[in-house]
């Protein structure tokens, strides 16, 4: 079953979607088996041979009507984190033509994108991947028609005015504009999952000639972490 | 006392799986685990034990395989040619290995995904808790040639017993429910869709089974590039870009913004994973209430698996290895997860 509170991209439905879903996960209605947030919907899995839809249904509307939602806060304990990145050239084969898309040149683009803290909306796709948000207006660029067959882990895409940030090697219709080193996910690290959804991060430039030393300084790609008051 | 299977050769995608990881969607891991979940239960139920005793998958062929011990194992899923050291193995039936025989599973007959159980159950090192492997999460790798495979210590070991099993690998009706996005598609769509007969598409994996269908039309809707991405799910049926349809699977991706034309009932997932090639299938939208009453139904089948397990019947003449066949020891529970 699923909430949707917006068919757009809009900060307080994330909001909303956050705020309901940790709601949701501490009612412990039986017979839901996982519960997880999108960026404008939560999705419950439930077993119908257990919890009937229209029960779940009453249960959710009751839920739903103890607050309003959209005015939710963020979680507590969220986590800022500093990635170094790198843009355009091998890095980002497709950065000019995302530039050209939204009408900015590399430079402006640049600074756009690192120039504000981006909310980790949702997670998702792959484990730990967020769907980072939001960027100005002017990039709301549709994805390709046709994939891009791979790009590599800790690549950055852009489109519709989010970035993703890859935590495996994956295929993509999203513009492919550059490169981070972080491992989001990490099955033998304890936490193995970097981020959650909520934490935000400022991606800091890093110039192409630099990038590799940066990389290899650690597993975490040179991220720095602190926990947002 | 625990043992190794020891693997000679193994075939391109021979993983091992148990019934997959819950609880990591919002984390973006998908279920991974089996592709054929009925199968899981049917070698659980030969066995005697849990259908979340993790098991070999092999997919379109097999290896060659043998143990530091003896024990007891079956064999479910997609058919393929199997034997011990020359002596041809019955496929949907438990058999004794004893330590050092090899045992050969080779391409499959029809389907798509064999598994190879053990009594016990393998027991690799947990990954975030589970012994299966999730490929596209980087999960676990597949097995090759000189790997050593532990498996537990078995409470009880069966062998020559067998289970019928309808063929799930000919295609058919598969049932579908409406997702919150078949509107989208209009009423035409959606009526040329479940008139249309579909085959596998050989680009399938464990994320997706793609169909195809030559003459058909283009199912994707319009304006269907620029929506939001949303969680999906196993048995989801997305539309891509050019029209193609796509069945969401074991490791499919937690979210998407491709639209989604319906989803399959669970109970029908493991026909579209052994789907052959050239086999076809076709959707049928059914309502809410029929799928619960259908799934209810499915449950209820898997239950009764180990009380359909039956001793294999001989010809004595044919049993020149008879004497060294265990042939029933232990009685089967029945028990399985309900």
Redesign the interface.
Known sequence: M?V?FG???NAAGNRACLAF?AAVKRSEINGV?????????V?L?YD??RLT?QKLHGVLAALLNEQDWYAAALPNGRTLWEVPAAFGGVYGPQFAQACALAGVDEATAVAEICGAALRVQ????????P?LGELPPHWNI??K?ELTPQVPKGALVVA?RQIVLF??PSPT?WLHIGQTGVGL?E?DRDP??MLR?GDEIVLRPVAAADFEAVRSRDPLGGARARVIP | MTGQLLVHQAGPCVTVQDLGWHGYVAQGISRGGAMDVLAMAEGAALLGQSSSCAALEMAGFGGQFSLTRDCVIALTGAEMRADIDGRALAWNASHILPAGARLTLGAVMRGVYGYLHIAGGFSPPPILGGCGTHLAAGLRAPIAAGAELPFGAAPTSRAGLTLAVADRSAGGVIRILPTLQSDMFGSDLLAAFQNTGFTRDPRSNRMGVRLSAPDAPNFAPEAARNILSDIVMEGDIQITGDGTPYVLMAESQTTGGYPRIAQVLPCDLPRVAQLSTGAEIRFQMISHNEAIEIERAAQAARAQLGAMCQPVLRDPREAGDLLAMQLISGVTAGEDEG
């Open positions: 699923v949707r068919d757009h991209l879903a088996l996982e519960v997880s947030s999108a960026l404008q919907s999705l899995h119908p041979l839809p949702a997670i998702g796709f792959a484990p730990s991947q769907y549709p994805r028609a519709i935590s495996v219709g996910f099955p193995a999952f959804a």
